[in-house]
């Protein structure tokens, strides 16, 4: 299984950015797909995740009402819409996959995201 990510890039703050993902390879099922980042210096921090079977998101309150995640048009791909962006959100951007329920066992490579 692999995630590929696309849509990082340089923004002024207050602009917007749109984040992909897209799953390919032997999924059996679907269960959560989510983002995470990592600033410089820090740890990496749960952003957003969308539960397939449900549609029920949950956002990290540093980007709630700016960020909003979507499942896209493709089985197993999500999509981050970024708006109001800020010099704080500057970090890479991780995308994860939990087909299971059992955790995040699959990771994107990372795109950079500077605001």
């Known amino acids: 299984v692999q995630l590929v990510e696309s849509g990082g890039g340089s923004v002024q703050a207050g602009g917007s ?18 983002w995470f980042r990592q600033a410089p210096g820090k740890e990496r921090e749960g952003v957003t995740v969308l539960y397939f079977g449900s549609g029920v998101t949950y956002y990290d309150e540093t980007v709630e009402g700016r960020f909003t995640i979507s499942a896209g048009d493709a089985k197993n791909t999500v999509n981050l819409q970024m708006d109001h962006l800020r010099p704080e ?6 995308c994860a996959a939990d087909f299971t329920g059992r955790g995040f066992q699959y990771w994107g490579q990372g795109t950079q995201v500077t605001v």
């Open 89 to 94: 959100d500057t970090a890479v951007y991780y």
């Open 17 to 34: 950015l749109r984040l992909s993902c897209a799953a390919s390879g032997e999924i059996d099922s679907s269960y959560c797909m989510a």
